[in-house]
């Protein structure tokens, strides 16, 4: 039986899951050439650039296919599917595909490769991005780029509203949104992603910080819980009545990013890895008046997301898994990661973030944040689930209910059957 493709449905679903393990008898007389697919990112024009000293090190030779996102899932649906022994490290995104990579066999089994090295040190990287690429209590990925979610401030706006520090609790968040909409009506206290799925992301934050997730401790969809239903309308009600006038309900990043440089919001909740659009004077009207803030906390305390966006694993159909894990165990290790983190790529790793070196190149009071999410970040920033764009459209239909003045409660409701049936259908 075969597995089911990445974007489709038409293939039969693998029935038994599980993992292949890496490092099998496939490396016999394996390949001194390690083929490598990666993603346009600035991640992998580093890694490039660093390739020669890996290889002179190794005596390996690197073969890099560089692909744009569309692409590149395109490929792996196509090759992963195919059972493909042509692609030996993988560059994925543990929460958008990576449950159906493990869950389909097609990353491989990397636990005794994180044992085999204590300097290397697996023990080093951020306990949410590892379990966000651990799949059974297996690790089948090494996260290389990570995010977390940060309330970003005008300090002006602030000082003119005789804030002076900004807001540590959602409520006080709630509070100063307001009045500084209320002084000038044409500045939106609060701006945040409203599109019904490009806003899971960031509202995740808010559900996990009121105490609730998209599914409970049993696998059973939980977004009509009464945390989540808190959560949701808070959040509609804070764009509702704070947001900025006439607000859209299709608001990605870019567009709510674009508000808040050009000096039309107080405060912005969004990803850390954004930042140097709100801090470039070339992106920003307002870069020199740009705070950054841990998360505000909740009823539960401040739990914002700490995701790796894109991690390495090994395609588990390679058969040469042992160089395939020298080029991860050398992109990830501490030297590559601080060298990433100085041009600007969050890592995962503990001990670059604790190194002077690793946050020169960040603004003080973001890396401050940043420390605050890492400690309490939870993993997943959507539902962790094959079919995840589906999933975002249905969980984040409340969102678009609360914004619009709908009742928040019935909408979770609505959403929480028909998250649960989609729940239902994908373990079948």
Known sequence: M?????????????????????????????????????????????????????????????????????????????????????IDVMMYRPLQEGKLFARNKY?????????????????????????ATTHEGKPVGIPIITEQEVLYYRKDLLDK?????????????????????????????????????PAVTQFSSFLYSFGG???????????NSEAAKQAYAFYGGLIKDSGPANVSTDMGWPEAMAIFTQGKA??????????????????????????????????????????PSWALGI???SENTDNA?????????????????KSGVPGARTSVWANPEGTSTFPKDLVEAISASTE???????????????????????????ITGKDAAAAADTANATFQKFLDDEAK
């Open 2 to 86: 075969r597995p089911r493709s990445i974007f489709g449905t038409s293939l039969a679903v693998v029935a038994t899951l599980g993992l292949t393990a890496c490092g099998g008898g496939g490396d016999a007389g394996a390949s001194k050439t390690v083929r490598v697919t990666l993603a346009n990112h600035v991640w992998t024009e580093n890694i490039k650039q660093a390739l020669p000293e890996f290889e002179k090190q190794t005596g390996l030779k690197v073969e890099v296919t560089q692909l744009g996102e569309d692409q590149l899932s395109d490929q792996y649906n196509v090759k992963l599917n195919a059972g493909s022994s042509d």
């Open 107 to 131: 990353l491989a089994d990397l636990a005794a490769q994180v044992a085999s090295n204590k300097n290397w040190d697996f023990g080093d990287f951020q306990p949410g991005p590892v379990k």
């Open 161 to 197: 509203a005789g804030l002076s520090a900004p807001p540590k609790t959602l409520d006080e968040l709630k509070a100063a949104a307001a009045k500084i909409k209320a002084a000038d009506p044409g500045v939106a206290g609060f701006v945040a992603r409203t599109g019904k799925s």
């Open 213 to 223: 997730d998209f599914v409970d401790g049993s696998g059973k969809a939980a977004v």
């Open 266 to 307: 107080a405060f912005y909740t969004e990803a850390n890895s954004l930042y140097k659009n709100a801090t470039d004077p070339a992106k920003s009207k307002i870069s020199d008046q740009v705070g950054f803030a841990p998360f505000p906390a909740g009823p539960s305390g401040s739990k914002p997301y700490n995701i």
């Open 315 to 317: 395609n588990s159909g």
């Open 325 to 341: 894990w020298k080029f991860i165990e050398w992109a990830t290790g501490k030297e590559q990661t601080l060298a990433q983190q």
């Open 376 to 402: 309490a970040g939870v993993g997943h920033d959507r539902p962790l689930v094959v079919k995840v764009a589906e999933a975002r459209e249905i969980v984040g239909q409340p969102l678009v209910d609360a």
